[in-house]
């Protein structure tokens, strides 16, 4: 199915515009960094460059005159100068696993892992630029900016995604120190490496989610029988004679890896979650969404 | 190779059997194939290793499953048949030879179908056949006969059996050059002289079969009266069991139509191979009767046909001497009396009250003038078709009658006194009688040499009178003349009935001149000196069915060949004519014996039953396939591809698919269905057997019905077929028959029944749906033909084709044309009364009588009328607008005629005149 959807950045925008539709505006939980300089609309309660009024403090000297607010000193015999409160943005970045792994799906009529993790990502993207956040994407170089343009961009990275390889892991990109990032893949690549690609990510002073997103039969494991698997790009095979019997194995080794993941989100005070792609995207978008609001658990 | 019922075509293929264990073996060793999976987690399946090293094995139901479908398959394959009939295998020329004799007409049937099995099987094995009739006459380039068992397959329709029995010696010479490598004989059953060196010539030419049937042959021998009744011999050739048959004699009755006159069970006890038939009837239905046959058997030897001899004319005797004293040898009637006695009715009575017996032949013995009224008396009855015979004598002379004069009752005129020869007061010798002349009924007749005539009374030499003699003396006198009168004839013996004149009554050529003269019939088989010399003329002609059917054009036999019986092609059985004579050949001559043929051992004998074989291959073959259906089912499901819900729904379908449901029952007992045509309107058809036709007859009064339901009071229910002797016509008003070329023979009940019905109101509307162009209906189609054959037997008046007044033309809507599907010539009703008239300002002439039992004609109306279930029309009727038009008339046509046996001549009343004329704007 995946190969014939047509997947062009104004499909995918409709789609994710649908999904955020249903929200209200959400804007993310100012943590209260000192070193984070961005400015965004979440008020700091104290006074700094923004729109929003703070207050009116006598001028001392060394003040600029320009920045003495007339109007206020007229009414009496100090001069004042207005200031507004200070404000700040948060920046979040995404990455949607881009590996063929993800282009999977065990039924023609469910959505492909990448599709469903691709939707996710944009919408939350949306959701957050309205709120005035930057979004931006691992794998762009480019500093995470906000705005409809923005957001035409990460839609168009999203909507380009090739599969180049089976298993694909998070590159690595310098994030502000504070900002946050959402890793939404099926982690089924090889343990080591993903294990690294996110430890360097989460060692930069970001919080963020990992979220799991896999195809029911990866859950189940429904085979039977004599049976060669392959990996989507062949790259990998496993013949079995009886696909039946290594059921409860796989399980048990899905659950540990599932284990593993938490772990290391815990450790790093990340969120994680698992997706099924057979449930409704809502029920992830609502996670992904509180956890956004609530920030990194730290 | 046979296995009980089921036999194999191709045996070896069953070796494949052999390789099942094989099979089930590598099966069981092969793991399935492979499913490819593309699975993203197979990172966590790396590593994994299969706790057990066996494969996943094919389950043991499966190869059971699997096993059975390839057994079956082998099986199919090795064409099984289920009650296998001698299939008749090889190679090369196949010749079939048929006795295609009465004997074999009973099954004549199944000896067809038989035929046509071989020819079908020749035809796949690609073999030049031949099929003979070994009654046929054999032709000179016998041998290049053969051709393509295709083109014999058409021609097998029109192959009869034939009335006589085959003539092996005519043949025997004949086969000699053949070349055949397989000859195929179907035998009627019945054992012939030169049968033996027939077989032992065709063994040495090639690989004989012989096929015979089961069917009992019942042959009737002559009939002979004895004590007045009528006795035949049955004689069977199967004579194991106890059977039982019903001998009918059948004759017109009073009113001229042939029906069942007595009847009589005749018992064959078992072992007895004959059985004699007596059947008891009074005098005046004896002497109708003109064949005694076995009923519902269709065979010439099941008929035996009467001729004068069943007849036992009545004959009135008078004599000048009844008061005389004198003793009995010297009675004028004493011999004719002896040689009357055996073959006729004798009255002796006053000559009035003899006339009102209305005796054949009223004999004079000597007898002089009667009384005027008496003589007119003798005249009209004479001028009806009496005979009267007059013997010469004293009276005769002495009473001077014809002398003068022509006397009516007196074929020549006579001269005064007598005439002596060779007596003791004469000269000369007796006279000898003259060789009779070719023209005279006597013509061939052997003169004993110690007949002689001593007294004659003499003709006058008037100009006619040399017409008049059918016997003379060797000196040219007169001995018998005869004269025409009428329809009757006077005959005058010129000498005395007694040995006063002559000794000719004491010899045997007196009793074979009455003969010849038809006042006493033959007693016994003709032989060559009854008939030497004259020719006689077939005038109805038997067919191997037992049909006794008029001749038109065929030429006489000579009485030689007549006598000597044997029939064939020349002389087939039948009625043979000359003057008043009429003599029946049949096919079993007296003393004939037939008995069954046996055959040498070793001989291969074929089975004639309608063979039940049925291949079984394809059944097999399905079976097969379901099991396999069911495998790649099974297959899917142990395998994983097939899963959840789309498992159910290809499961019904391939339940759906293998099964059909066809079944269709109807079951109403007769009493219901009784009831239910008495009380309701019901059309009938006439079931002919041929399923198209009778189909196509349903769905035409199907259509007719509806259409009388839309347009007219009439209600039909639904049509119903009848079986004609089996249902009882008397619940349908209207009865539709069909006439095809595969008509069995109408049952004597049948016919009795049909009889009943056209008598008591019923209608029944022929049609022999060939549409046929020629005008007159029969004898130029198949089906023509038949009509004619069916309604030969029934009581169906004078025809005439429909008159433009009739009743039918207005008995519901205005008609002059009857079309059906096609427009055909004239359709056929009874024919108006002589005396109809035409009333003065009335068109239509005074028809009141007479509602025609009959409908002929061949313009197919079922078909016209036929619709489908959905109602549509079934058939197409014409082009365009012509055509649609067509139709309507027939429909209108139908209605007229339902309309017309539901009312009469209703619409022939007067009352309606006025209206009818109004509209027809006269």
């Not at chain 1, 944009?122 to 170089?141: F, K, N, T």
């Not at chain 2, 790396?46 to 094919?58: E, I, Y």
């Not at chain 2, 499961?651 to 007992?669: D, E, P």
């Not at chain 2, 109602?871 to 209605?895: C, D, H, L, M, S």
């Amino acid at each position: 199915m995946n190969d014939e959807q047509i997947i062009t950045p104004a499909h995918l925008r409709a789609d994710a515009g649908q999904l955020a539709a249903g929200f209200p505006a959400l804007l993310a939980r100012a943590q209260h960094l000192v070193a984070s300089l961005n400015l965004g609309s979440h008020g700091r309660k104290r006074a700094g460059v923004g729109d929003e009024f703070w207050q009116y403090r006598p001028a001392i000297s060394g003040d600029s005159r320009s920045a003495i607010d007339w109007r206020r000193s007229a009414r009496t015999d100090a001069q004042f100068i207005r200031q507004m409160e200070w404000q700040s943005a948060q920046t979040v970045h995404f990455w949607v696993d881009s590996g063929a792994s993800m282009d999977f799906s065990s039924d023609a009529n469910l959505e492909t892992k990448s599709s469903l993790a691709t939707v996710l990502a944009l919408a939350l993207a949306i959701l957050l630029s309205r709120a005035g956040e930057r979004v931006g994407l691992l794998s762009d170089p480019r500093p995470a900016k906000s705005g409809e343009s923005q957001i035409q961009k990460i839609a168009q990275t999203l909507a380009a995604i090739g599969e180049k390889s089976d298993y694909a892991y998070p590159p690595q990109k310098a994030l502000p120190n504070g900002s946050r990032a959402i890793l939404i893949s099926d982690f089924m690549g090889e343990w080591e490496p993903l294990v690294r690609a996110i430890s360097k990510t989460a060692d930069q002073n970001v919080s963020g989610c990992l979220v799991q997103v896999l195809d029911p039969t990866e859950l189940s494991f429904p085979f039977k029988g004599r049976v060669i698997f392959e990996s989507m790009k062949s790259s990998l095979n496993f013949e079995t004679l009886r696909a039946n019997s290594l059921r409860d194995e796989y399980i048990q080794k899905l659950a540990e890896r599932q284990d593993a993941l938490r772990t290391l989100a815990r450790k790093s005070g990340w969120r994680y979650y698992t997706h099924n792609t057979d449930s409704a995207v809502q029920s992830a978008f609502l996670w992904l969404y509180n956890a956004t609001e609530q920030g990194a658990a730290r | 190779m046979t296995f009980g019922a089921i036999a194999f075509l191709s045996p070896w293929l069953l070796i494949a059997g052999l390789a099942l264990p094989i099979l089930i073996w590598l099966l069981r060793a092969i793991p399935p194939a492979p499913i490819r999976q593309r699975f993203p987690g197979i990172t966590l399946l790396l590593g994994l290793r299969d706790k057990d090293s066996t494969p996943d094995r094919t389950p043991w139901w499966l190869l059971l499953l699997r096993a059975v479908a390839i057994g079956a398959a082998i099986l199919a394959f090795a064409e099984p048949v289920l009650n296998p009939s001698d299939r008749v295998a090889g190679r090369g020329a196949l010749l079939i030879g048929m006795d295609a004799s009465w004997a074999s007409a009973q099954s004549w049937q199944m000896r067809k179908d038989k035929v046509e099995n071989l020819l079908n099987e020749a035809e796949q094995d690609n073999r030049p056949v031949m099929v003979v009739k070994w009654t046929d006459t054999p032709t000179s380039d016998f041998e290049n006969g053969f051709s393509a068992a295709s083109n014999w397959i058409d021609r097998l329709q029109s192959f009869h059996p034939n009335s006589w029995e085959p003539n092996y010696d005519q043949w025997l010479d004949i086969v000699t050059n053949l070349e055949a490598s397989q000859i195929i004989w179907f035998s009627d059953g019945i054992n012939r002289s030169d049968r033996a060196a027939f077989l032992n010539r065709l063994t040495s030419l090639a690989d004989v079969s012989i096929v015979q049937s089961d069917t009992n042959v019942v042959a009737l021998s002559p009939i002979t009266v004895q004590d007045g009744a009528l006795n035949t011999t049955l004689t069977r050739i199967h004579s194991d069991t106890m059977d039982n048959v019903r001998l009918s004699a059948i004759g017109p009755d009073p009113t001229g139509i042939t029906r069942k006159l007595g009847s009589v069970d005749v018992v064959f006890d078992a072992g007895n191979a004959q059985s004699l038939g007596v059947v008891e009837l009074p005098i005046e239905l004896r002497n109708r009767v003109t064949q005694v046959s076995i009923d519902d058997v269709n065979s010439a030897g099941s008929v035996v046909l009467g001729d004068d001899s069943l007849r036992r004319r009545k004959v009135a005797l008078f004599g000048s001497d009844r008061a005389s004293e004198a003793s009995a040898l010297l009675s004028e009637l004493h011999y004719l009396r002896n040689a009357l006695q055996p073959t006729t009715e004798v009255i002796e009575t006053e000559l009035s009250e003899a006339l009102v017996a209305n005796p054949e032949v009223i004999v004079f013995a000597d007898i002089g003038e009667l009384n005027e009224t008496e003589t007119q008396d003798i005249q009209t009855w004479i001028e009806q078709g009496g005979t009267l015979l007059r013997f010469a004598g004293p009276n005769l002379i002495s009473s001077g009658i014809g002398q003068s004069e022509n006397h009516p009752l007196l074929p020549v005129r006579l001269r005064s006194g007598g005439r002596s020869v060779g007596g003791a007061m004469s000269w000369g010798e007796p006279r000898k009688l003259q060789d009779f002349a070719k023209e005279s009924p006597f013509f061939g007749l052997k003169i004993p040499d110690d007949v002689d005539v001593n007294s004659q009374v003499m003709a006058q030499p008037d100009p006619d009178l040399a017409a008049r003699v059918i016997a003379s003396l060797d000196d040219g006198t007169p001995l018998v003349t005869s004269q025409n009168i009428g329809q009757g004839r006077v005959v005058l013996f010129h000498v005395t009935s007694s040995t006063k004149w002559s000794n000719l009554p004491l010899s045997g050529l007196f009793v074979q001149m009455l003969e010849r003269l038809a006042i006493t019939a033959k007693t016994s088989a003709v032989t060559s000196s009854d008939v030497a010399g004259t020719i006689w003329t077939p005038t109805h002609v038997l067919d191997a069915y037992g049909a006794l059917g008029e001749t038109q054009s065929a030429s006489g036999v000579s009485g030689e060949l007549l006598a000597a019986g044997q029939l064939g092609p020349e002389l087939q059985p039948g009625i043979y004519t000359n003057a008043d004579r009429a003599i029946a050949l049949n096919v079993i001559q007296t003393d004939r014996q037939i008995t069954s043929a046996t055959w040498p051992i070793g001989t291969n004998l074929l089975s004639l039953s309608p063979s039940s074989e049925r291949a079984l291959k394809a059944e097999f073959l399905q079976f097969a396939f379901v099991l396999l259906l069911i495998d790649v089912f099974a297959t899917l499901v142990l395998s994983g591809r097939l899963r959840g819900a789309r498992s159910g729904q290809i499961a019904v379908i391939a339940l759906l698919c293998v099964i059909s449901a066809n079944s269709k029952s109807f079951a109403q007992s007769d009493e219901d269905g009784a009831l239910f045509a008495a009380n309701n309107t019901v059309l009938a058809y006439v079931i002919t057997g041929d399923a198209r036709v009778d189909e196509v007859s349903h769905s035409g009064l199907d259509g007719l019905s509806a259409e009388l339901y839309l347009r007219t009071n009439i209600e039909p229910v639904p049509p119903v077929g009848v079986v004609l002797g089996n249902d009882d016509l008397s619940l349908y008003p209207f009865l539709y028959w069909p006439i095809t070329d595969k008509h069995q023979a109408l049952s004597i009940d049948a016919v009795a029944s049909l009889n009943q019905y056209l008598r008591n109101g019923g209608f029944i509307m022929f049609d022999t749906r060939d549409g046929n162009q020629s005008g007159a209906i029969g004898r130029s189609t198949p089906n023509g033909r038949k009509l004619q054959q069916i309604a030969r037997r029934l009581d169906i008046p004078r025809l005439e084709p429909i008159p433009t007044d009739h009743v039918l033309t207005r008995a519901f809507y205005l008609l002059q044309v009857f079309p059906g599907r096609y427009i055909g010539p004239d359709v056929w009703v009874e024919a108006a009364p002589e005396n109809a008239e035409q009333v003065e300002g009335i068109p239509f002439r005074n028809l009141n009588d007479g509602v025609t039992p009959v409908l002929i004609g061949a313009n197919d109306w079922a078909a016209s009328w036929a619709i489908t279930e959905s109602g549509r029309f079934k058939y197409p009727v014409g082009r365009g607008a012509n055509g649609e038009r067509q139709r309507e008339f027939a429909i209108r046509f139908g209605v007229n005629v339902l309309m017309y046996v539901m009312t009469g001549n209703y619409k022939s009343d007067q009352v309606h005149v006025p209206a009818l004329l109004d509209r027809l704007g006269q």
